[in-house]
């Protein structure tokens, strides 16, 4: 059965950084793609950042420069490294992997 699961999410001032996680098992997900999207309330789920199987990588205008994307194989994880967090990078972030998707992870950024 396939599984995955995010982690990492919680509450940032602005200014801030969270380090978010996904682990993919049931499928060997070092042969597929995976990233990060996330959806504000009210707005349509957006694509941040993705790595391909080759570790080529991928980042939203948005986030360039803030945010970094990397990948264990080894262990089915993909991260989101997230520098510099502004209130408009609130929302739920999603981890794709292959076609499958998590649940989701809660991030705020306040103060």
């Known amino acids: 059965q396939v599984h995955v699961v995010e982690s990492g999410g919680g509450l940032a001032q602005p200014g801030g950084s969270l380090r978010l996680s996904c682990v993919a098992s049931?499928?060997?997900?070092?042969?597929?793609?995976m990233g990060w999207f996330r959806q504000a309330a009210g707005k349509s789920r957006e694509f941040v950042a993705h790595?391909?199987?080759?570790?080529?990588?991928g980042t939203a205008n948005s986030v360039k420069g803030r945010f970094i994307i990397s990948r264990n194989s080894a262990k089915d994880t993909v991260y989101l490294q997230m520098n510099d967090l502004q209130p408009e990078d609130t929302g739920v972030y999603y981890c794709?992997?292959?076609?499958?998707w998590g649940q989701g992870t809660q991030v705020t950024v306040s103060s």
């Open positions: 794709k992997a292959g076609a499958y």
């Open positions: 049931g499928f060997t997900s070092s042969n597929y793609a």
């Open positions: 790595v391909q199987s080759n570790n080529t990588t």
